[in-house]
């Protein structure tokens, strides 16, 4: 199983950001998928998840209404859109399915 994140970067407060994740060596298409994030100093927290058909997501109470959580089952990849940023996203996001986490991107949020 691989997960490999992309979509790093850095941001000012309010601005956007677009991560990805392509996932191989499972059927994508049967296993709801999570981002999760850690910033320093913190324990690693859910941030938001989708079921395998794209219809169920839930998320943290902390980026309700500025992120969205997406998936494409043809290209093996979800995808969490954050818009809104803030200091406090500042963090190492990671893609997790079930057992298996990604190597994690950078985001930076700060003017």
């Known amino acids: 199983v691989q997960l490999v994140e992309s979509g790093e970067g850095l941001v000012q407060p309010g601005g956007s950001l677009r991560l990805s994740c392509v996932a191989s060596?499972?059927?994508?298409?049967?296993?709801?998928m999570s981002w999760y994030r850690q910033a320093p100093g913190k324990e690693r927290e859910l941030v938001a998840s989708?079921?395998?058909?794209?219809?169920?997501?839930t998320y943290a109470d902390s980026v309700k209404g500025r992120f969205t959580i997406s998936r494409d089952n043809a290209k093996n990849t979800v995808y969490l859109q954050m818009n809104s940023l803030k200091p406090d996203d500042t963090a190492v996001y990671y893609c997790?399915?079930?057992?298996?986490w990604g190597q994690g991107t950078q985001v930076t949020v700060s003017s």
């Open positions: 997790f399915v079930p057992n298996y």
């Open positions: 060596g499972f059927i994508f298409s049967v296993y709801g």
């Open positions: 989708i079921d395998s058909a794209g219809v169920r997501r």
